[in-house]
């Protein structure tokens, strides 16, 4: 009797958390420039796709405007959250937007200590 093994389904679902954060980009002028300032972060992963770009980070990761502005050729202030956004198409994980920098956390705790925001809720 001969015994066939089932394969695993590279489509099953996994709840467990990742520790992972990040966004999507367009594969556009901006795009590739944001990108390579993100890959040169140790714990960022930079993948080029066809028509958009994956930025990926374990745990958190900065998006620091003035040096997006330098990467770009620009004067400090040029790069900001509008044009962030405009150039983002997707994020996962917790975004917080600060003045000079858009922050990315993998895990909505660490997100929410860094605001000062208490997850317990108020047991009147």
Do not use: W
């Not at 040029?78 to 044009?83: E, I, K, L, W």
């Amino acid at each position: 009797m001969t015994q066939f093994k089932i394969a695993e389904s590279p489509f099953k679902s996994d709840n467990t958390a990742s520790n992972m954060c990040g966004f999507t980009l367009m594969n556009n002028q901006v795009g590739v420039v944001v990108a390579e300032v993100m890959g040169g972060q140790p714990n960022v992963r930079v993948t080029p796709l066809p028509s958009m770009i994956r930025v990926d980070a374990t745990g958190r990761m900065d998006v620091v405007y003035d040096e997006v502005s330098e990467a770009l050729g620009e004067e400090a202030g040029y790069f900001d959250a509008a044009q962030f956004e405009e150039n983002m198409s997707t994020h996962y994980g917790r975004m917080i937007h600060e003045d000079d920098r858009t922050i990315m956390f993998a895990n909505p705790e660490d997100a929410a200590d860094y605001i000062g925001f208490d997850l317990q809720p108020d047991r009147r």
